[in-house]
């Protein structure tokens, strides 16, 4: 079974902090994604990579960046972080080019900015 | 362009009943489908998906899904409830890896 982990569950941070999420996928999977779920609004695409070096933005990057160094390790960072960053973060890895859009997803880290 | 309604934010059934969750997609070529689950606190799970196939689909845990092209829609059934059922589903369209939408969710509660 493909496994993604996610080092951190629970984070509380202060306002302007630098936080790392890491995540980690074990399936060799190509694409890595950052995800970020807030209630009623669903999950919404901050960034993706689709090889190792390589970032796409997703549908809301402000505030974030990402690193892939290796390809089992995906990570998203707050340079500064703020109160409208607390969320629950999701990890999701997928196959390469030929895959049709099945992620398999970390049990997500639930990060509260004070 | 590509779009997924789910009708839906709450869905509450006694335990043994049918469930319906209800999704219709929006999407200019053809698309794949899928249906994840998220218990509380935990990510998701795939329930099922459709890639152009047969388009009655089923899933784990007793889940099916129906696609309909004409009413662009892809409904997720259950004949019976059970309590281990109540979560979070989330229906996604997707055209590839990088052009995923997800539905705003529809909790799923289940009564004894």
């Known amino acids: 079974d493909v496994k993604v982990t996610q080092s951190s569950r629970y984070l509380v941070k202060r306002t302007g902090e630098k936080v790392f999420l890491e995540c980690v996928q074990d399936?060799?999977?190509?694409?890595m994604f950052w995800y970020r779920q807030d209630p009623g609004l669903g999950l919404r695409l901050i960034y993706f990579?689709?090889?190792?070096?390589?970032?796409e933005k997703g549908d809301i990057p402000e505030g974030y960046s990402v690193s892939r160094e290796k390809k089992e390790r995906f990570s998203l960072i707050l340079e500064s972080a703020s109160t409208n960053q607390t969320s629950m973060y999701l990890c999701?890895?997928?196959?390469?080019?030929?895959?049709?859009?099945?992620?398999?997803f970390g049990e997500g880290s639930r990060l509260t900015v004070l | 362009a590509q779009s997924v309604t789910q009708l839906d934010s709450h869905v509450s059934v006694s335990e043994g009943t049918p469930v319906l969750l209800r999704c219709n997609y929006s999407?200019?070529?053809?698309?794949?489908l899928f249906w994840y689950v998220q218990h509380p606190n935990k990510g998701l799970q795939l329930l099922l998906k459709?890639?152009?196939?047969?388009?009655l689909v089923k899933g784990i845990n007793g889940f099916e899904a129906e696609f309909k092209k004409s009413e662009t829609s892809f409904h997720l059934t259950k004949p019976s409830a059970h309590m281990s059922d109540a979560a979070e589903y989330f229906c996604?369209?997707?055209?590839?890896?990088?052009?995923?939408?997800f539905g705003k969710g529809t909790m799923l509660l289940v009564s004894p």
């Open positions: 996604v369209v997707s055209l590839g890896y990088s052009t995923l939408t």
């Open positions: 399936m060799d999977h190509e694409n």
């Open positions: 999701a890895s997928s196959l390469g080019d030929r895959d049709t859009g099945e992620l398999f």
């Open positions: 990579s689709y090889d190792v070096k390589m970032k």
């Open positions: 459709y890639t152009s196939a047969a388009t």
């Open positions: 999407s200019s070529y053809s698309p794949s």
